[in-house]
Structures are given as C-alpha cells and as structure tokens.
C-alpha cells in the first residue's frame, strides 16, 4: 500500500465580525476626536466673547481699581473691627480653658461654655457662662472656690438646680 498524502489546507476566510468591530471602534475614535476639538474651538470663543462684553461693559480691566479711596478707608476700618473684636472674644477663652482643665474632675462634669458678647454700643463686659453639674454640692463649692483667684472672670454666680 501507497502511503497517503492528504494536503488539507482550510480556506481561508476573513473574520468579517472582528473586522467590522474594528472598523466601528477606529470611526467612534475620530468622532470623539473631532467631537472634542470643535468643542474647545466652540469654549475658545465663547470665552473671547464673554471677554469682550467684561471690556464693554467696563469689568475686569486689568488698569482700573476695583474699590475708590473711600471703599478702601472703609473696608480698612470694618476689618480693623472685625480684628478687634475676635481677639476680645478669643483673649479670656485660652486662661479660662485652661483654668478650666487644671480644676480636679472627680465629681463635676462640665457641660457647656457659653459665650455672651455684648452688643455694639453696650458699655458692659463680655460674660461666658461655665455650666457645670455634681451630685455633690461639695464639689461643685470646691470648684468654685479653686475658680475665685482667677482675676479675669470677674463676676461668680452659682445657680442650684435641683
């Protein structure tokens, strides 16, 4: 017997699905580029436009002041009061937190802090109010009394809930 020789070769055809994809993904690819750049073509001159209208109108001209001399003083003196009075209101906070955190806090629990600042053509002090709360009334005259010497509370109130 003759040995056989087969030459089998497969017809070669072309995927016709992964080409199509491919075809399809490269054109989606243009279109979002050229997408792209007519929108920042459309940004560039909406943006020269609004630019003209600020020119026009007088706004954002690099050589002209935003504030007159006037303005300025004023805005000068209202931010000088707005300095003046947060450091009156943060000056007595630092001594009295830290008055507050060298008391003994075995049988008071502090609950709040309150600040009172008085209005602007008021003469009296600013108060901040210490709230505090014991079962024992010892402790709560004991923290008192360790609260006296300090000079810049001023005025000692103590008020019993029962």
Not at 60 to 84: F, H, I, W, Y
Request: hydrophobic residues 40%; charged residues 20%.
């Amino acid at each position: 017997m003759r040995p056989l020789l087969l030459d089998f070769q497969p017809r070669r055809h072309i995927p016709v699905l992964g080409v199509s994809l491919l075809l399809a993904s490269v054109l989606l690819a243009l279109a979002c580029a050229a997408l792209y750049r007519h929108l920042n073509e459309q940004e560039q001159l909406q943006q020269q436009q609004l630019q003209q209208a600020q020119h026009q109108l007088g706004g954002d001209v690099p050589g002209k002041a935003g504030l007159t001399p006037a303005e300025s003083r004023e805005q000068e003196q209202n931010l000088a009061q707005m300095r003046q009075v947060s450091q009156q209101m943060r000056r007595p906070w630092e001594r009295l937190f830290a008055m507050l955190e060298s008391l003994p806090q075995d049988d008071v629990a502090l609950l709040s802090l309150t600040p009172d600042a008085p209005a602007s053509g008021e003469q009296r002090r600013a108060e901040r109010r210490v709230v505090a709360q014991s079962r024992n009334p010892h402790a709560i005259a004991r923290s008192r009394s360790a609260i006296q010497p300090v000079g810049h509370l001023g005025d000692q109130r103590c008020q019993s809930l029962d």
